[in-house]
Every structure is written in structure tokens, then in C-alpha cells.
């Protein structure tokens, strides 16, 4: 296993190195300056791992995990991150987007296989489950067929005791409903207004409507969360502020027409627009804010309130709630990406893992 040092660094304690607003609340875990990550996941012994797409600008693993004293891993093993074009993409990473480690400590990694996000290479999109007692991978999901060549898989959630994985669908918009069991997958709620953006609705971050290469930018479902008793799915699209919810019974059940499933799905009102979302065991969801900085906690009776706003929390894209009340928050500082301003990069800090004591 390689063992990297530069253009990483960790820090314990956020206050000795930035200075952005006096709240300490927020503390500072991981930061690079070199590489973009997205995802964040915890272990139930505080392993902390991230992980890197495959997006412009210098890309070196796609999944890693944090050592001691300013190191990174790749994970599971070297291997698995040495993908290039012509190689098996369904046994090597791709272009890894989230990962999520669930109540048993298992990680799930989902790789869309989408290189710079232009299309599935060789059907190698797929949902895979690691051993984190072994490192090892223990099962890979193939979703071929399941979603189509431009699609890009986003996020997931596992439901450990009926086992079944739901993972968001941000281009197509829909979501994929796995049974880990038999390793069957469906896609479903394609067209739904649930995981489709609503055009009408304008992001505005850093004082203007977003836009890629120029074009308004729209993005489907993406962030998802799961209930602690695995009753409800709550998920949204990216780029509009409305939050939905279903029954997980009925993801479940593949008898339901495309109708019938679709009058399942319940609207729970507009909240604000998030890249990704958690829920802890109480029921109260997070969602980062990406238009104003700040992570918001959105209570079981559907009140909002602001938990954190810090102008660090650059674009909170990923989460993890810990055992010991940690709320995980991985940033990915998309916004300031060159496509998104006129080929103009506007980062100024690093991409980083921060994390906040939950009340």
C-alpha cells in the first residue's frame, strides 16, 4: 500500500489554522490543496476516509483513507486506484463520487465510472461494498442496464436490516433501489417531479445564478438520507430547494406501476438547495446550504433552523453522523470550479472535512 505526503495535510483543530469567523464549533479534520474531493465516511473506530473524482484538474486516487501525520492511503489497495482507459472498469475504480459506511461498519462506494462526467465507460457503473475489518472489497453490484450509458450515480444509503440500498441518479433523475441480497436493481421514479430540478428555480451562490460552460446548471437527484428504523427515504434534486420523501415498503415493492409508486412519493415543502443530506437517530435531517454557507437541521415536524454558518463551508457536499454525535462534512467547493465561472478558477482554500459536535 502506497503512503502519500504532499498536497495533503490534516489538521486537528480548525482555530489554529483558519481564522474565517470567530465560531470554533467548527472543526477542521482534513484538508488538500492539490486534489478535489466529494465523500466522506466514518468508522465506528474513527476511521476517516474520502475519496476523489474523476474531474478536471489533477486527479491521483479515487478512494483513500486519512493516516496519521498528514498521510493518505489509497484504499483498499493500490490496485484498485491505477484505473486507466482500456483497463476492466469493474474491477478498479473509475471515478468514485460518495461513499458511506453504515451501522454494521460496512463502507459502500459508488462509482459512476464517469470520467469528467461524460458518459459510463464500458458499463462499469456499480455500487460496491468493503470489509473494513478485512480491506477488502466483499461484493460489487453491477448496475448495467439499470441506468444508461450518460447516466452518473450520486449517493447512497443501506438499510441494513432489510437490505437494500438506495442510490440517487443526478443526471437521468431517478432513484436505483438494490437488493443486496440477490443483487437485483431496478430504477425507479424516473420523470417523477421528486428527482427531477424545477427549471423555474434559480441557485444563486456567490451572488449569481449558477451556470456551467455558460448554461444555467441543473442537477437531479443527489442527496438522500435514510430513517434510523429504515421507514422513510428522504432525498431531493440539487439545484431547487423542495424536499420528498417515500415510504421505503413501497421502493420495495416492484409490483407498484409506475403511477402507483409515484403517489407514494409525499412533498414535504422548500427548504433550501443541498448537495447532500443526513439524518440522525432523532429524526432530524441535515442539509448543507450550498447558497449561504451554513448547514441547517430540519426537525422531525418539518421546522428549520440553522445548526452552523461559517463562509468555510465552501459547497458541504457529503455526511456522516458518528456514533458519538460528529457530524461529518465533507466540502467540495464546486462552485469555484472554472466551468462554473467563466473558466476563472476561484478557489482560495483548500477542499476539506470538517465537523461539528451535534446537540
Not at 459502500?108 to 465510472?113: E, I, L, S, Y
Amino acid at each position: 500500500m502506497k503512503i502519500l505526503l504532499l498536497g495533503f495535510t490534516i489538521i486537528l483543530l480548525s482555530a489554529c489554522t483558519y481564522q474565517a469567523n470567530e465560531n470554533t464549533d467548527l472543526e477542521l479534520v482534513f484538508s488538500d490543496s492539490t486534489y478535489q474531493l466529494t465523500g466522506v465516511a466514518v468508522s465506528k473506530s474513527g476511521r476517516l476516509f474520502t475519496n476523489y473524482p474523476d474531474w478536471k484538474g489533477p486527479h491521483q486516487y479515487a478512494l483513500v483513507e486519512v493516516m496519521p501525520v498528514t498521510r493518505v492511503a489509497p484504499y483498499p489497495n493500490d490496485t484498485m486506484n491505477t484505473w486507466k482507459p482500456g483497463e476492466n472498469g469493474m474491477t478498479k475504480w473509475v471515478c468514485v463520487q460518495a461513499i458511506n459506511i453504515d451501522d454494521q461498519n460496512n463502507m459502500w462506494v459508488v462509482d459512476p465510472a464517469s470520467p469528467l462526467q461524460k458518459g459510463v465507460y464500458n458499463n462499469s457503473q456499480k455500487l460496491v461494498e468493503i470489509n473494513l475489518d478485512q480491506n477488502t472489497v466483499q461484493r460489487i453490484y453491477p448496475l448495467k442496464g439499470v441506468t444508461d450509458n450518460k447516466s452518473y450515480i450520486n449517493d447512497v444509503r443501506v438499510d441494513t436490516r432489510s437490505q437494500y440500498a438506495y442510490i440517487t441518479n443526478s443526471s437521468e433523475g431517478g432513484i436505483v433501489v438494490v437488493d443486496l441480497k440477490t443483487g437485483k436493481a431496478r430504477q425507479v421514479l424516473q420523470g417523477n417531479e421528486s428527482v427531477i430540478a424545477d427549471t423555474s428555480y434559480g441557485l444563486v451562490v456567490d451572488h449569481h445564478e449558477m451556470k456551467k460552460n455558460n448554461s444555467v446548471f441543473r442537477a437531479n437527484a443527489d442527496g438522500l438520507a435514510l430513517t434510523a428504523d429504515g421507514k422513510y427515504l428522504y432525498y431531493k434534486p440539487l439545484t431547487d430547494n423542495k424536499l420528498y420523501r417515500i415510504e421505503t415498503r413501497y421502493l420495495k415493492d416492484s409490483t407498484l406501476s409506475v403511477k402507483e409508486l409515484s403517489a407514494k412519493v409525499e412533498k414535504l415543502g422548500s427548504f433550501c438547495s443541498t448537495d447532500g443530506m443526513a439524518c440522525d437517530k432523532k429524526g432530524n435531517l441535515y442539509l448543507g446550504d450550498v447558497e449561504n454557507n451554513r448547514i441547517v437541521k430540519i426537525s422531525p415536524d418539518l421546522k428549520m433552523s440553522t445548526l452552523i454558518q461559517d463562509e468555510r463551508l465552501v459547497w458541504p457536499d457529503s455526511y456522516q453522523i458518528t456514533d458519538d454525535g460528529y457530524l461529518y462534512i465533507s466540502c467540495s467547493e464546486i462552485n469555484k470550479e472554472p466551468q462554473y465561472n467563466e473558466g476563472i478558477d476561484k478557489r482560495t482554500i483548500p477542499y476539506a472535512i470538517y465537523r461539528i459536535q451535534l446537540p
